[in-house]
């Protein structure tokens, strides 16, 4: 082997090097499935054209994989006869997006079979949707691969919506994550729904007081009685949804810090943020300067580097994991 071409590969063996040691990489796909990010992009811009709410599930799919096994596509994988998967838990029974993820996993294994894991998929869609809802366009890193293990014990570790911000922020820290980080991608609440009985105690029982939580807007605690009936006394087996942002529901914006300042957050994890000390001058800082501070912090700036740095939680690289050809199947 000549000088020239020995320099070469050892260049091209040192960038190996720098990309297994970051765990993922920008531009992962683009010698081994050119197309791969584009293909996405389309089947997400196809879909949000009929479904906006893709954009909420896609985020919390994306959460809730990457928070519990690391960010291996585990979420996506079914139970068998002789294992409840993570889908099976409480906190993952209202997720989904599986059959949109199944839709483009079919579409790459098409052009590119067994190159392009479910978990970038994942990372991949969810960007291009919070895009198209408004938010940043952000460069996401690739390479992961997807996980062999899914156990509905191991999602025990998903944060629940009454949690504190104390509570709230040791559950991130453990992932390495910081207060900046909650604060931040809680802020993803800007769209989608939840349930009433995700919050049903705030209006009728706080904390077992008979009585509506008093850190929630009364006129927001009468509208909100008028779509959630209250589960002492009602008969029914409804749980309608609510807009978590009540400004603008759809759009990707920092609406959602405004609204829990005026204390109109719908989930106790959500007004929290506000109530705590740890984390009020964030959120004052994200809704801006009317509300009594100075705006430092670009929440679609940092709402980017906090979804990057959540998407490279345990990532599984090199020969690590696998690529899985159905991403809802161990092994075909």
Known sequence: MGILPLMVLLMVMALISVANAQGTVVGFYKQICP???????????????????IVPALLRMHFHDCFVRGCDASL??????GNAAEKEAGPNQTVRGYEFIDEIKKVLEAVCPNKVSCTDIIALATRDAVALAGGPRYDVPTGRRDGSVSRVADAN????????????????????????DLVTLLGAHTVGITHCSFFNDRLYNFQGTG????????????????????????????????????????????????????RR?????????????????????????????????????????????????GVLTG?????????RVVKL
Request: proline share 6%; glycine share 4%; net charge negative.
């Open 157 to 180: 570790s998903l944060p629940d919506p009454t949690d504190s911000a104390i509570q709230s922020s040791a559950a991130f820290a453990l992932k390495g994550l910081s207060v900046l």
């Open 319 to 327: 020969t690590q994991g696998t690529i899985r050809k159905n991403c």
């Open 35 to 53: 197309s791969a990010e584009r293909l996405v992009q389309l089947r997400v811009q196809k879909k949000f054209q009929t479904d906006n709410t």
């Open 76 to 81: 996506l994988i079914d139970s068998t006869s």
């Open 211 to 262: 009585k509506a939580d008093p850190t929630m807007n009364p006129t927001l605690v009468t509208k909100l009685k008028n779509t959630c009936p209250d589960p002492a006394t009602s008969t029914s087996d409804d749980d309608p949804p609510v807009n978590l942002d009540q400004g603008t529901p759809s759009v990707f914006d920092d609406s959602f810090f405004k609204q829990i300042v005026s």
């Open 265 to 313: 957050g719908i989930l106790q994890i959500d007004q929290e943020l506000f109530e705590d000390s740890t984390t009020t001058a964030i959120v004052r800082s994200y809704a801006g300067s009317q509300f009594g501070s100075q705006p430092s912090l670009n929440f679609s700036q940092q709402f980017a580097q906090s979804m990057v740095k959540m998407g490279n939680l």
